[in-house]
C-alpha cells in the first residue's frame, strides 16, 4: 500500500499533512516538543528585545531549544518504530521535568508532561 500512495506536496505543506494523518498517541510529543521550542526561542528574544543588545542565553532557554528538538526527532524516530521514538520523547520530557527552573518552568514543566504523557501512551497503545 505504501508503494502505491502518491505524493503530492513537497516540503512543508507535506509535513503538515502527514501529521494530520499521525495516530493520536504522537499528537503529545508533537505538541510538547514545539510548546519546549516556542517557549525557549520566544523568551530569548523577549529577553534580547528587552536589553536592545545580544544577551547570553540562560541555561533554561538552551534546555528548553534543545530537548524540544530531541522530542521532535523523537516524532520521526517513532514513525518508523514506536519503542525507539517514544524512549527518546520519554527521555526528552524527563529532561526538561528535571533540568528547566526559573521564568520558564511552568511551561516547561508543561511541555515535559506532555512529551512524557504522549511517550507513555505511544508505548501503551502499541502493546
Not at 502527514?18 to 516538543?33: D, F, K, N, R
Not at 523568551?43 to 544577551?55: D, P, S
Amino acid at each position: 500500500m505504501e508503494a502505491t500512495r502518491t505524493r503530492s506536496a513537497t516540503g512543508f505543506g507535506q509535513s503538515w499533512r502527514e501529521l494530520a494523518h499521525a495516530p493520536t498517541h504522537q499528537v503529545p510529543i508533537v505538541l510538547g516538543s514545539i510548546v519546549a521550542l516556542l517557549v525557549g526561542i520566544l523568551t530569548y528574544l523577549f529577553a534580547a528585545a528587552n536589553a536592545v543588545a545580544i544577551v547570553p542565553a540562560t541555561p533554561d532557554q538552551a534546555y528548553l531549544v534543545i530537548f524540544g528538538m530531541i522530542g521532535l526527532i523523537g516524532y520521526a524516530v517513532s514513525k518508523q518504530n514506536v519503542q525507539n521514538g517514544s524512549i527518546v520523547a520519554a527521555i526528552a520530557g524527563l529532561a526538561m521535568l528535571v533540568l528547566v527552573k526559573g521564568e520558564s518552568a511552568t511551561l516547561g514543566l508543561f511541555a515535559g508532561l506532555l512529551l512524557l504523557a504522549g511517550a507513555i501512551w505511544s508505548l501503551a497503545s502499541t502493546r
